[in-house]
């Protein structure tokens, strides 16, 4: 019945904005029906197909500022219109509740993905000079709705489609998973540099599960900043949080090149940022003890360090760095005065954004400058669920830990 209505509203040309709450996101499984339970679809997509509706996009209620803005430009349009506003699902399920998805563990950088993709989604919505081609295993939730300009695809050849995009004079924004990333290379080696953006998902210490269900670390996961930064004329940038992610790709859409962003277990809300440039990162801190360098996740923890280090009467400044390439040389130059350097990222420590750091100093004319670079070791790891930073001491304490033992304020047995 309820169907039926929204369906005489948009026949009646009424001014309307239905407002449908996801509890607990359901609407990322594509059987699920708001309306009626034993129906064997209804998913937003398809009811706004169905009655005629046109779907303004998916909101968080986790975010009232945010919400309350978008509902108000919403209010500000004619027609029929449907809102999606994703919940908090509640604590107990009855059998009078909407059909219910199988539990799915919800990960830090998932968390931080999901919100990336609706932001990216309402920004697209008004836009039809970008294809988005989806290479990932699930669903592409709110992305659903650019219809046509979504290509859900497989890895293989699909940088060779993105490339005839390009030529075609659209914009290509690929979205794949970091597991896959050695099956990609020799296409991006083979094709270079074009214009198209690049979201690798599920980098670093982003655990996946296997088949019987158990959480692992994916090896290209761990090892993704050290295939990336060797592309070549490729922009590879490590987003801090949510809103600079979106900067990013606001960036990426008007560089002449190939800008990759790869997400690991960064925190999906931070800072409103500024614009930002292609290769230019930003100090967070000044000081001149020492200077941290850090891209992605490691970001606010290296500020809460410096923070910590008052206390022992050392300044030290902070980077967010953003690029593990092109490096912002001018912040390398400035951090390498302070005489003592630590990088941190959530990576292998060899290979990724440190590994480009001490390249830099090796071809440019720096002062003298002693490095520490902090990242996972090699070897076999355990999933760490709640705090993966923490196990590996990329965390506050751990990062202010290493600070302290290059400056000579502990010994090594000390922590």
Known sequence: ETQELLAVAVRRKLNLVCLMLDLGRKSAASSWNPLRRDAPSGHPEELCEETGMRLVGYLDARKPDRLERELDETLADGGARLVVVHCEAPEETSVSTVAAVSPQTEWASELLFDNVLERMASELANSHSELVFWARAGSPGPLKSLGERLVVSNLRGII??????????????????ASGLP?????????????????????GLSPLLDGEGNPYYHPAGLRDLSFLRTLPGAATACPADEEEAVALLRAARSHPGFVVLRFSSAPSVGIPGEAVAIGRGRRLRQGKDAAIM???????????????????????????????????LGLLKEAAACGTLVTVEEHLVTGGFGSSVLEALGQEEFEPVRVRCLGIPEGEHEVATAAPLESFRLHAEGIADTVRQILGLTAPGDF
């Open 183 to 203: 099956e990609l290379l020799p296409e991006l080696l083979e094709y270079g540099s074009f214009p198209a953006s690049v979201l690798v998902a599920d980098g």
């Open 294 to 328: 850090a891209v992605g996740s490691t970001v606010f923890p290296a500020v809460l360090a410096a923070e910590s280090m008052r206390a022992w009467g050392i300044e030290v400044a902070v980077y967010d760095m953003r690029f593990a390439r092109p490096l912002d």
């Open 160 to 177: 060779e489609q993105a490339v005839g995009v390009s030529v075609a004079g659209l914009y290509p924004i690929l979205i794949v998973p």
